[in-house]
T-cell receptor, first 114, second 115 residues
Framework: ETGVTQTPRHLVMGMTNKKSLKCEQHLGHNAMYWYKQSAKKPLELMFVYSLEERVENNSVPSRFSPECPNSSHLFLHLHTLQPEDSALYLC?????????????FGSGTQLSVL | DAKTTQPNSMESNEEEPVHLPCNHSTISGTDYIHWYRQLPSQGPEYVIHGLTSNVNNRMASLAIAEDRKSSTLILHRATLRDAAVYYCILRDYQAGGTSYGKLTFGQGTILTVHP
């Protein structure tokens, strides 16, 4: 148990659907991250939030829309996805965005786009 | 971030030590060496990190070469629960830098532990 909880664990959606991934951390951290892990590819950073402000958007298509309403919650809103967006989406948090902070990851949401 | 090179896979027997190598020949003076591992069906978890000196914690030891161009993660007694993908990551901080705490993952080393 890392203190970072992601829901749902699994999600199947069609290309015309809209869905949201949720991440919640109970660690009192101020920084939160979305990563994408596609099959046979390294984890890729998508977004970074610090104190609810987005500080990095790693060239992610607009069909992925993050939201951070407070420092404990992070959402990833999905719409009109493509089959190649099927992947494991991982949320992480850290105390700050300092260079030596440990990141704590959730178990991820396995997304399948049909 | 500077690049690291790790073997694609390694195997070990249970209760034996495991030495996982990482090459980082282009490491800069401000790069810290971090190790994370990812167990099956889970997100990555922090293992250990260091700058110049060898480091020990309850999970593992990190041995850093004197020239810092390579490092080795040491699991002193492998268990079946140590089977995972191990990532060696360099994290750079320059004064005023904007790395925003991100980790840049490579392919990692798949460690298989045999009973």
């Amino acid at each position: 148990e890392t203190g970072v909880t992601q829901t749902p664990r699994h999600l199947v959606m069609g290309m015309t659907n809209k869905k949201s991934l949720k991440c919640e951390q109970h660690l009192g951290h101020n920084a939160m991250y979305w990563y994408k892990q596609s099959a046979k590819k390294p984890l890729e950073l998508m977004f970074v939030y610090s104190l609810e402000e987005r500080v990095e958007n790693n060239s992610v298509p607009s069909r992925f829309s993050p939201e951070c309403p407070n420092s404990s919650h992070l959402f990833l809103h999905l719409h009109t996805l493509q089959p190649e967006d099927s992947a494991l989406y991982l949320c992480a948090s850290s105390p700050t965005t300092g260079h030596n902070e440990k990141l704590f990851f959730g178990s991820g949401t396995q997304l399948s786009v049909l | 971030d500077a690049k690291t090179t790790q073997p694609n896979s390694m195997e070990s027997n249970e209760e034996e030590p495991v030495h996982l190598p990482c090459n980082h020949s282009t490491i800069s003076g401000t790069d810290y060496i971090h190790w994370y591992r990812q167990l099956p069906s889970q997100g990555p978890e922090y293992v250990i990190h260091g700058l110049t000196s060898n480091v020990n914690n309850r999970m593992a030891s990190l041995a850093i070469a004197e020239d810092r161009k390579s490092s080795t993660l040491i699991l002193h007694r492998a268990t079946l629960r140590d089977a995972a993908v191990y990532y060696c990551i360099l994290r750079d901080y320059q004064a005023g830098g904007t790395s925003y705490g991100k980790l840049t993952f490579g392919q990692g080393t798949i460690l298989t532990v045999h009973p």
